[in-house]
C-alpha cells in the first residue's frame, strides 16, 4: 500500500511519545485526581504542575540510575522518599507565592510525592541505565500532563468562574458552576481526550485520502507517460 | 425482515412503550397547563425541540441512524421542565435537556446504552448550577408571561419549609392532593401523577415493585423519623407529597435502561433509592435530593443484576434438567 | 470449577425442594392467539389418492393378539416416522421397553399458532389413533397410556372430550410452550411422548399392511384461501400443496413448521414434503425495516420458561462473551422463540441465543473429549 505521507506523519508523532500519541491523563489515565482536583483555576494548576515537575523528573533520574540495582520492595519506598525530599522546598517555595491556593489544594499538593505518572515512569525497566533517554521521556510526558492541565485549568476558570488567573473576563456574561465541581472536570477530560481522538483520527483519514490520490497519480502517470513535446510545441513523432 | 424464527411477533414495539409514557405526560402537562398557563406548554415544545437538535447533531456525530421512531429522548426532554418551577427562564431549561442528552446519554451510546438516568442527570446539571432559579416557585394559578422571564414572587415550596425544620404551612390534604401548591410544574398533581402510575403498571410499560416499594419505603421512614415535630402520619404526608418522589417513582425510577431486568432486583432498587433519597433529604444540600439519590443508585443496579443472575441460577438448577436431557425424551 | 457445566439431576433433598418452589413464582411463558379454527373445523382432506405401498410384512389377520416385538417388526419395516422429533418409531418402541417406561403419551400438544395436524386427525380419525396406541403400548411394554392435548383460552371453538374411545384425554392449558414437555421430562425415564400420527400410521401398518407414505400437515397463513389440514404424500413439493390449498396472493414468506420454530423459505423454493413437516404456512409480508436497539425492558426475562436472562445472553452473544453466557446458562435455551416474540425492539433474541447456544455445547463437548483422552 502506498502510505507515503501517513507513515512521515506517524514517524514524526511516534518521537513524542507522552506528548501525542501516550499522553499520560488521555491515553493512559495516570495522575487523574491532580488533575481535576487542581484545574478549578490556572493558578492552582500552575502549583501542581510545578509540584508534579519538582518532583516527578529528579525521582526518574535517580530510578533511571539506581533501578537495576534496587530490589522490588524497596524501590517504591525510595522513590516516593526522594518525591517528598524534593516537594518540601517546593512547597515552601509555593506557599510564599500562593497562600490560599496552596491551603485550599490540602492534600492534594503532598501526595504528588507517590503519583502514578512518577510510579509509571519509575517502573520502565527501558529507561534504567539510561539518564538521558529518561529525562526525555519525563520530559515529554510532564509537557503532555502540563498541556492537559492547561486546557482544562482555562476551560473550567473561564466558563466555571468567568475569570482567567483571577482577572475577571468581560466577554463571559454567563457562567456554568457545575464545571468547578469534581464531576464537571472529568466531563471535561472526557470530552477532551474523545475530541483529541477524534482530531487524531480525521487528519490521519485526511492524509490517507491524500495518499491514494498521490497513489492514483502517479499510476496514471506511469501508464500514459507524457510524450516531450518539441521546440514549437508539436509532438516528436518517430 | 429477519430470516429467522419466530415469524410472528408482538404489536407492542418500542415505539409503543415510548407513546405509552408520552400519552401519560400529555395528561400531567395539561394539568400544569391549568395551573401555571400557556408557559408550561411553551416550555414543553421548547424542550423538545432542544432535544430534537442534540439528538440529530449527536446522531450524526455517533454517525447513528437517524429515525424519528424512537421516542425516549422526546420522553427525557418532557420529562425535565415538569421538575422544574414553572418561571424557570428558557436558557437554564435549554442547558439542562443538552446535559442531559449530549453528556448523561450519547456518549455512553445512545438509546439503550446509558449508565445513569439523563433526566436526572439535567436536574441536577440545572440544580448545581443554578439553584436560585431551580428551587424558587411561582404561586399557582398566577398568571406567567409566556417568553420572558418571571418577573413575580417567588416562593419556596413544602420541601424547603421541611428542610429548614418546620412544618410547611402549605393547606390541607386535599390542596396537596390537587396540585394547589407551589412546587415543581409537574410534580404537585399527585392524584393525576397516581392516577398515570396505575396506567403504566396495567399497560406494563412499568413494573409495579419499583414504584410501591419506593414509596413504601420512603413513607416507613418519614413515618418513624419526622423531620419536624409532628406525629407520624402527618409527616408522611408531608413527605411524600412534597418535591418530586411520587413524580419520580413514575417517571424516574423506572426507566427502562437503567433499572434491573428482574422483579427481585428491581425490589431491592427500590429500597435502596427510597433510604438514599430520604438521607439526602435530610442531610444533603439541596431541598430535593431525590435526583441524586437516583444517580447514585443507577451506578448499583448492575450488582443487583448480577446478584439476581446468581440466585436465578441455583433456582434454575432446582427446576429443570438441562436441555441435552431434555432431548433424549 | 465455578462455570462448569450442569451436573445431571439430583435426588429430592430438603434444599432443592425449597428451590424448587421459590421456581414455582418464575414460571414464564406467552399465551399466544391461536389462529386454529379455519383449519381445524375443516374435515382432514386425503390427497394421497389412495397410493398406497405395500410392504415386507402382510397384514395382520388378528391385530389383538399381536406381540410386542411383532409390532416392532411392523413399525420398523414400515419405516415409520415420528412427526414430533424425526426419529423412528420403532427405536422409540424399543428403548422404551428396554428402559422399562410406565406411561406412554399420544402427543397431540400443538402449542404453536395456526398448526393443528397432530390435533385434527386425533379427533377426525380417532379409532386409528387410539388403536395404534394400544399397539405402541403393547410394543413398549407401558401399562398406562394418555393422549395429551394443549387447549388455551384463544380456542374457544375447540372442544375436547375427557376420553377417547376409553383413553383418557389429558388438558393441558397454560402458556406457549406447553407445560408438558417441561413436567414430562422431569421424569425422563418413566415417560415417552410418541407423536399421534406416528401411532395412525402404525395402524395402518398392522391393518393395511402398508408402509408409512404420507405425512400429516396443516396449511394455513394470511394468503391461503382455505386453509386446511391435508394428508398429503412425502415428496409433494410446498407449492403444489400450497396451490391446492389456493392462494390469495403472493405470500412474502412460506414457513415450513409452526411459527415460533419453523424454518423460513423463500416463497418461488419447492421443497418436499417429510414426515416431519408439520405446517406450510404462508404469510404476507410486512417487511418493516426497524433498527430498535435494546431497551433493557426486561420482558424477555419475564416471558422465558426456562427462567433465563435472554437480554444477558444476547449481549454475550453478540459480544462473543463465553463468561457470560456460561454465567447465564447458555445451553438451557430450548429455543421456544418466546423471548424473539415480546421484544419490543424486534430483535433476533431467540437464533442469536441458540447459536451462542451452539458454540458453548461444542466447545464444551471438544474440552471434554481432550479431558477425557489424557
Not at chain 2, 151 to 162: F, M
Request: with cysteine.
Amino acid at each position: 500500500m502506498f502510505l507515503l505521507k501517513t507513515r512521515k506523519h506517524h514517524n514524526r508523532v511516534r518521537r513524542l511519545p507522552g506528548l501525542i500519541t501516550e499522553n499520560p491523563v488521555l491515553a493512559l489515565g495516570l495522575a487523574l485526581p491532580f488533575v481535576i482536583a487542581a484545574s478549578y483555576s490556572l493558578r492552582a494548576a500552575l502549583c501542581v504542575f510545578t509540584g508534579m515537575v519538582v518532583a516527578t523528573l529528579p525521582t526518574v533520574l535517580l530510578a533511571s540510575l539506581t533501578g537495576s540495582r534496587l530490589p522490588a520492595f524497596i524501590r517504591t519506598p525510595v522513590y516516593a522518599l526522594c518525591a517528598m525530599a524534593l516537594l518540601l522546598p517546593a512547597e515552601a517555595l509555593l506557599t510564599a507565592h500562593f497562600p490560599v491556593i496552596l491551603d485550599s489544594l490540602g492534600v492534594y499538593f503532598p501526595v504528588l510525592a507517590v503519583n502514578t505518572l512518577l510510579m509509571h515512569l519509575c517502573e520502565k525497566e527501558e529507561l534504567w541505565g539510561h539518564p538521558l533517554a529518561a529525562l526525555r521521556r519525563t520530559g515529554l510526558a510532564l509537557a503532555g500532563f502540563g498541556a492537559v492541565m492547561g486546557i482544562v485549568a482555562c476551560v473550567r476558570e473561564l466558563f466555571g468562574a468567568g475569570t482567567l488567573w483571577g482577572m475577571p473576563v468581560s466577554w463571559i456574561s454567563w457562567r456554568i458552576d457545575a464545571l468547578l465541581f469534581p464531576f464537571g472536570g472529568l466531563i471535561v477530560i472526557a470530552f477532551l481526550a474523545a475530541g483529541c481522538r477524534a482530531i487524531g483520527r480525521l487528519l490521519r483519514g485526511a492524509l490517507y485520502q491524500s495518499d491514494q490520490r498521490l497513489q492514483r497519480d502517479m499510476l496514471r502517470d506511469a501508464a500514459h507517460p507524457p510524450r516531450p513535446d518539441g521546440v514549437d510545441g508539436t509532438p516528436i513523432s518517430k | 425482515m429477519t430470516n429467522a424464527p419466530p415469524y410472528i411477533r408482538q404489536k407492542d414495539s418500542c415505539r409503543t412503550l415510548t407513546e405509552d409514557v408520552l400519552i401519560v405526560l400529555f395528561a400531567v402537562y395539561f394539568m400544569a397547563v391549568y395551573y401555571y398557563g400557556a408557559r408550561a406548554a411553551v416550555l414543553g415544545v421548547f424542550s423538545a425541540g432542544v432535544a430534537f437538535l442534540c439528538d440529530i447533531v449527536c446522531k450524526l456525530l455517533l454517525r447513528q441512524r437517524i429515525t424519528l421512531r424512537e421516542h425516549s429522548s422526546l420522553v427525557t426532554a418532557l420529562v425535565i421542565p415538569l421538575l422544574l418551577p414553572a418561571s424557570i427562564p428558557y436558557s437554564i431549561l435549554a442547558a439542562a435537556v443538552v446535559f442531559a442528552l449530549v453528556v448523561m446519554k450519547y456518549p455512553f451510546g445512545g438509546v439503550g446504552g446509558n449508565l445513569f438516568n439523563p433526566a436526572a442527570g439535567g436536574f441536577a446539571f440545572a440544580a448545581i448550577c443554578f439553584p436560585r432559579d431551580v428551587f424558587a416557585y411561582p404561586t399557582p394559578l398566577e398568571r406567567l408571561d409566556i417568553f420572558g422571564s418571571y418577573a413575580g414572587r417567588s416562593v419556596t415550596s413544602a420541601a424547603y419549609t421541611l428542610k429548614a425544620g418546620g412544618i410547611p404551612s402549605v393547606g390541607d390534604f386535599v390542596e396537596m392532593l390537587l396540585g394547589n401548591v407551589p412546587g415543581p410544574m409537574g410534580a404537585t398533581n399527585i392524584l393525576v401523577v397516581c392516577a398515570c402510575l396505575l396506567y403504566l403498571v396495567i399497560r406494563g410499560t412499568v413494573r409495579w415493585q419499583g414504584p410501591v416499594f419506593f414509596l413504601a419505603t420512603c413513607a416507613g421512614l418519614a413515618w418513624l423519623f419526622p423531620r419536624a415535630s409532628m406525629p407520624g402520619n402527618e409527616s408522611v404526608m408531608y413527605e411524600l407529597f412534597s418535591g418530586i418522589l411520587i413524580f419520580g417513582a413514575v417517571f424516574m425510577l423506572m426507566e427502562p435502561v437503567t433499572s434491573p431486568k428482574r422483579p427481585t432486583g428491581t425490589m431491592l432498587y427500590a429500597v435502596l433509592t427510597g433510604v438514599m433519597t430520604m438521607l439526602f433529604r435530610r442531610f444533603g444540600g439541596f431541598e430535593e435530593g431525590f435526583p441524586f439519590a437516583l444517580l447514585l443508585c443507577n451506578a448499583f443496579v448492575p450488582l443487583f443484576d448480577l446478584a439476581d443472575e446468581l440466585l436465578h441460577r441455583k433456582i434454575r438448577r432446582a427446576r429443570l434438567v438441562s436441555s441435552e436431557n431434555e432431548k433424549a425424551s | 470449577m465455578f462455570f462448569q457445566r450442569t451436573a445431571p439431576p439430583r435426588a429430592d433433598g430438603p434444599s432443592r425442594r425449597f428451590w424448587r418452589t421459590a421456581a414455582f413464582f418464575g414460571r414464564g411463558g406467552m399465551l399466544l392467539e391461536q389462529h386454529k379454527d379455519p383449519a381445524l373445523s375443516r374435515d382432514l382432506r386425503d390427497c394421497t389418492s389412495g397410493a398406497a405401498e405395500a410392504m415386507d410384512l402382510p397384514p395382520a389377520d388378528d391385530p389383538g393378539s399381536l406381540s410386542g416385538e411383532e409390532v416392532l417388526r411392523y413399525a420398523r419395516s414400515a419405516a415409520i416416522i415420528d412427526e414430533r422429533d424425526g426419529l423412528l418409531l420403532a427405536d422409540k418402541l424399543k428403548q422404551g421397553a428396554k428402559g422399562g417406561v410406565s406411561l406412554l403419551v399420544a402427543d397431540a400438544v400443538d402449542d404453536e399458532p395456526y398448526v393443528s395436524s397432530q390435533l385434527s386427525p386425533l379427533f377426525k380419525l380417532s379409532q386409528q389413533a387410539v388403536e395404534g396406541l394400544w399397539l405402541a403400548a403393547r410394543a413398549a411394554g407401558t401399562s398406562e397410556s394418555i393422549i395429551a392435548v394443549y387447549k388455551n383460552l384463544y380456542d374457544t371453538r375447540l372442544k375436547i372430550p375427557g376420553s377417547l374411545y376409553g383413553v383418557r384425554i389429558r388438558k393441558i392449558t397454560g402458556k406457549y410452550p406447553a407445560e408438558a414437555r417441561t413436567l414430562f421430562t422431569q421424569q425422563p425415564q418413566s415417560t415417552l411422548l410418541v407423536g399421534v400420527c406416528a401411532l395412525i400410521h402404525l395402524y395402518r401398518a398392522v391393518h393395511r399392511g402398508v408402509r408409512q407414505t404420507s405425512a400429516f400437515v396443516t396449511v394455513a397463513g394470511d394468503c391461503v384461501a382455505n386453509p386446511q389440514n391435508l394428508e398429503v404424500l412425502c415428496g409433494v413439493t410446498t407449492r403444489q400443496v400450497l396451490e391446492r390449498c389456493g392462494l390469495i396472493e403472493i405470500p412474502g414468506r412460506v414457513v415450513l413448521g409452526g411459527p415460533m420454530t419453523g424454518r423460513c423459505i423463500s416463497p418461488d423454493e419447492e421443497v418436499p414434503v417429510t414426515p416431519t413437516t408439520r405446517a406450510v404456512l404462508a404469510f404476507r409480508s410486512n417487511e418493516r425495516d426497524r433498527h430498535y436497539q435494546c431497551i433493557g425492558c426486561g420482558k424477555c426475562v419475564k416471558v422465558c420458561p426456562q427462567g433465563l436472562s435472554p437480554v444477558y445472553l444476547y449481549k454475550g452473544a453478540q459480544t462473543k462473551n463465553l463468561r457470560l453466557l456460561r454465567l447465564c446458562d447458555a445451553v438451557f435455551c430450548t429455543g421456544c422463540g418466546t423471548c424473539s416474540y415480546v421484544c419490543p425492539a424486534k430483535l433476533d433474541l431467540s437464533a442469536e441465543i441458540r447459536r451462542a447456544a451452539g458454540i458453548v455445547r461444542s466447545l464444551d463437548s471438544a474440552k471434554e473429549e481432550v479431558a477425557s483422552h489424557d
